[in-house]
């Protein structure tokens, strides 16, 4: 049974850090990412990471989040920098498969950032 089991979030000032972590269980994953859903906004993608380490960053985020993963351990992380209010949102840990053209999803549970003075 895969599981993914995110840890980190919480409150930061604007300007500060946080970091969070994704453990997956079960399987392990070519492409990694975390996504984020503000409260009356769609789930959107903030960065993504293949096993080989191509990363992929939505263009909100880019030169102030950094992802990385260790495959040993098959855990992602995201670190998160110069955080903004507009950064608040739940941040899901997100593991896609892909089987003969379709795609699956594995998500964890979620976390929230909030960026508040």
């Known amino acids: 049974q895969v599981q993914l089991v995110e840890s980190g979030g919480g409150l930061a000032q604007p300007g500060g850090s946080l970091r969070l972590s994704c453990a997956a269980s079960g399987s392990s994953f070519n492409v990694m990412g975390w996504y984020r859903q503000a409260p009356g906004k769609q789930r959107e993608l903030v960065a993504s990471i293949t096993r080989g380490g191509s990363t992929n960053y939505a263009d909100s985020v880019k030169g102030r989040f950094t992802i990385s993963r260790d495959n040993a351990k098959n855990t992602v992380y995201l670190q998160m920098d110069s955080l903004k209010p507009e950064d608040t949102a739940v941040y899901y840990c997100?593991?896609?498969?892909?089987?003969?053209?379709?795609?699956?999803?594995?998500w964890g549970q979620g976390t929230q950032v909030t960026v508040s003075s």
């Open positions: 997100n593991a896609p498969r892909f089987n003969f053209g379709s795609r699956s999803d594995y």
